[in-house]
Nanobody
Framework: QVQLIESGGGSAQPGNALTISCVASGRTFSNSGAMGWFRQAPGADREFISAIRWNGGSTHYADSVKGRFTISRDKQKNSIQLQMNNLRPEDSAVYYC???????????????????WGQGTRVTVSS
């Protein structure tokens, strides 16, 4: 079993930055594993934000955050981070860390591809 613990988040003004982190404990990830971030605003579906493949470290982003958000991983610590720059009010949401094994490239953006989820951390962007 994998447990995901998120930290960071909070409030920021538009244009500012925040970092959220996620540490995985329990099973380690296979070469086909991936970790990522999704977010969910009130009344909306959970949407893909970013993912990183455990082996090779290739990164993937939603168009809405490309160029502003950066995902990174620390394999030794079994953790990932999401650096969020130039935040906008529409980035406000609960951000969820996700992880799974056997995730093919074409499924990285799918909620259903991930077996493990964190409890979520809230990000609020407002002036």
């Amino acid at each position: 079993q994998v447990q995901l613990i998120e930290s960071g988040g909070g409030s920021a003004q538009p244009g500012n930055a925040l970092t959220i982190s996620c540490v995985a404990s329990g099973r380690t990830f296979s070469n086909s594993g991936a970790m990522g971030w999704f977010r969910q605003a009130p009344g909306a579906d959970r949407e893909f934000i970013s993912a990183i493949r455990w082996n090779g470290g290739s990164t993937h982003y939603a168009d809405s955050v490309k160029g502003r958000f950066t995902i990174s991983r620390d394999k030794q610590k079994n953790s990932i981070q999401l650096q969020m720059n130039n935040l906008r009010p529409e980035d406000s949401a609960v951000y969820y860390c996700a992880a799974g094994n056997g995730i093919i490239l074409s499924s990285l953006r799918n909620v259903d591809a991930y077996s493990y989820w964190g409890q979520g951390t809230r990000v609020t962007v407002s002036s």
